[in-house]
């Protein structure tokens, strides 16, 4: 009896062999796939896993099946000798040497149709707000189709933005893509609530890539609102998910506008932010062993930055079109230093340049419209309504130049009739440029405020140019 017991401890104490029992058991449980196992995971680096035995193309996505049962996906992002390299769209926590891996039969795809509008999704294609999600829609792959840019339709056609600097200062077509740049708390969220809001789109397609957690709400119920959600659709990746998911965010929300152009809808998609696409890609690359090149963004920062842009813009003749915004974060607020913000003006059609200082001094939306751009204002425009622009451009010019000397008093009055004159028009001028969050303004409204104020301030110039004569009187 002593001797049975003895071999009973001695047994219990190979807790190794139990345990090496016990994962096989739950490994034989979980491994049920329906589809063969192809491949093994050999090593966790990070948020990157090294694969071997898994045949299958970049891009495609798989699934590990851990040893504690659940299954996680991942997406192939490259190759490094006999190994394959992925990255979960979740967390590694639970993936152990030797847990097996599932290769997935297509690319990544998302249903799109009229139910996902009014839907928050976050970058699986999954519900955020707690609704089930019908499986209805036709599929589309998240890396879409490149179009033929001889099979696009020229933009000739104004787009109502509901904003009075940007609608007559700015003009956009539709199919137009244009850029935000500014630094952090310069007001772009509050800028694209109002865009979503006011702008004539029949379909408003929101990226939120990187975005934080408690910004996401805020931006739905205050900036975006309830109205404008009916028929919006929004994807969300926050600061703290995978960079393949951030990424995949991006792709996710183009895709859904794509779909949507094919059935001839006019789409206004919004990104916030490229920048955090960028640094997406960024930390993948840098994983695959790419070299670092301007300010540590590797190679393919830039490329994807230009394919993204690219599937944005003008459909085919029977087609809708895409018009977009893309928000794009200035470190520094140094435009001409930022590597993101530089390739990304290379290949937008316009930016739009919010001031920081503008926003100190309460002058909201902070748009500079001396070093905002529309590339296609005259196609847009009308010859008096660009003539109109150009000489708002050169008054507000003029009064840039001579603001320091005019605050400190340096300046004389009377001296140049001319800046005298714009110096008394500018509350007009700042009054026009500025609007509340509530506020709307049509394109024909903002284009006759427009001329209006110009009007008035070549008639206030010629006015003094004639006391300036008769205060000189007949040449002696």
């Not at 290769?103 to 999954?126: A, C, D, Q, T």
């Not at 739905?220 to 600061?239: I, M, P, R």
Request: neutral net charge.
């Amino acid at each position: 009896m002593r001797l049975r017991v003895t071999v009973m401890a001695a047994s219990a104490r190979r807790t190794p062999l139990w345990d090496k029992a016990l994962r096989q058991q739950a490994l034989s449980r979980a491994h049920s796939f329906t589809f063969p196992v192809r491949g093994k995971v050999h090593k966790v680096l990070g948020p990157m896993l090294e694969a071997t035995g898994l045949k299958s193309s970049i891009g495609y996505a798989c699934h590990i099946c851990c040893s504690t049962g659940h299954q996680i996906e991942a997406e192939i992002v490259g190759f490094r000798g006999d190994y394959t390299l992925l990255m979960p769209v979740g967390s590694t926590r639970g993936i152990a040497p030797g847990d097996p891996i599932a290769p997935g039969v297509s690319m990544p795809s998302i249903r799109v149709g009229p139910h996902l509008l009014g839907r928050v999704l976050n970058g699986l294609g999954e519900p955020m707000d707690e609704k089930a999600l019908p499986a209805a829609g036709k599929p589309w792959a998240l890396h879409g189709t490149r179009l033929n840019p001889f099979s696009r339709h020229i933009i000739d056609t104004p787009m109502r933005l509901g904003i009075r600097a940007m609608d007559a200062c700015l003009p956009m077509g539709r199919g137009q893509r244009m850029g935000l740049f500014a630094g952090a708390g310069v007001g772009k969220s509050s800028l694209m609530g109002m865009l979503a809001r006011n702008s004539d789109a029949e379909i408003n397609v929101i990226a939120l890539v990187g975005e934080r957690s408690r910004e996401v709400r805020e931006f739905l119920d205050l900036a975006l609102g309830s109205e404008a959600l009916k028929h919006s659709v929004v994807v969300v990746a926050t600061s703290d998910m995978p960079p393949v998911l951030r990424l995949r965010t991006a792709h996710m929300a183009t895709t859904i506008a794509e779909a949507f152009r094919a059935e001839g809808r006019g789409v206004l998609l919004m990104m916030d932010s490229l920048t955090r696409v960028a640094q997406a890609q960024r930390e993948i690359g840098l994983m695959l062993g790419e070299p670092p090149a301007s300010k540590g963004y590797t190679p393919s920062c830039f490329s994807i930055i230009a394919e993204l842009l690219e599937r944005a813009g003008p459909g085919g003749a029977n087609d809708g079109d895409i018009s977009a915004f893309y928000t794009v974060l200035v470190e520094g607020d140094d435009i001409q230093a930022d590597p993101v913000a530089d390739a990304a003006m290379s290949v937008l059609d316009g930016h739009v340049i919010l001031d920081r200082n503008l926003a100190e001094q309460g002058h909201y939306p902070a748009i500079n419209i001396l070093k905002s751009v529309s590339r296609l204002d005259k196609q847009l425009s009308s010859a008096e309504l660009l003539t109109a622009m150009r000489t708002l451009r050169r008054k507000l010019s003029m009064f840039e130049r001579m603001e320091d000397m005019i605050s400190i008093g340096a300046y004389e009055s009377g001296s140049n009739p001319e800046l005298d004159q714009v110096i008394a028009m500018m509350p007009a001028i700042r009054k026009f440029l500025q609007q509340s969050p509530d506020e709307f303004s049509s394109n024909e409204e903002s284009a006759q405020r427009l001329l209006e104020l110009v009007s008035k301030m070549s008639y206030e110039e010629s006015l003094h140019e004639t006391q300036h004569i008769q205060n000189i009187g007949p040449a002696q």
